[in-house]
């Protein structure tokens, strides 16, 4: 190979490398983050309006969330990390504005307390979607309490994401790893 395409390719597999293997590590932290503090709810699983959103393997969401205007100003309340101890107030009723939600916007909740967000949890892209997330279904998720609409699935339902993980890592170092090896044969 020519110098300067080694350079180029080096440079390239390094810089994509390096920021998949980043993207894997900020995810991998959010979703940790989002189970361990993120305020509790149950979801349901809504079917998707687009056809083509269907076969998407992670399921649409509708889930309610405290209003930010109401008693518990959730964004006012909330320091930078999420606190270990969150208040009683912030418990939410899981049936709240209940009702098949036919668009990709939170809407406003007949009390006026919360609302329905639509949302697609994170960490969940399987090819297929399982058999337990049909529409209706129910299921444990938790949700930053400054942005409602980045979920997980909770502990316990969580599909196993590891293979995929495992795939996105190993991926991010073979990249940098070639990139590296590029650069040091170039500069060599």
Do not use: K
Not at 50 to 74: E, F, H, I, N
Not at 80 to 98: E, I, K, S, T, Y
């Amino acid at each position: 190979m020519e110098t300067p395409t080694t350079l180029v390719g080096g440079a390239v597999l390094t810089v994509f490398g390096s920021a998949l293997l980043l993207w894997c590590a900020v995810e991998l932290r959010l979703r940790h983050r989002l189970r361990r503090y993120g305020v509790p709810a149950t979801a349901q699983v809504v079917a998707d309006p687009d056809p083509a959103a269907a076969m998407d393997g992670s399921p649409l969401l509708s889930y309610p969330v405290a209003s930010p205007g109401g008693r518990t100003g959730l964004a006012a309340d909330f320091p930078a990390d999420f606190p270990a101890d969150l208040p009683a107030d912030l418990a939410v009723v899981a049936d709240a504005g209940a009702g098949t939600v036919h668009e990709l916007r939170p809407l406003a909740a007949p009390d006026g307390a919360h609302r329905l967000v639509l949302a697609r949890p994170r960490g969940n892209t399987p090819l297929r979607r399982p058999a337990r997330l049909i529409p209706g279904a129910a299921v444990q998720v938790a949700y930053d309490p400054r942005r409602p609409d980045r979920v997980v699935l909770a502990a316990h339902e969580e599909l196993p994401s590891l293979p995929a993980d495992l795939f996105w890592a190993l991926l991010a170092t073979s990249a940098l790893a070639g990139g590296l090896t590029l650069l040091a044969l170039a500069l060599r």
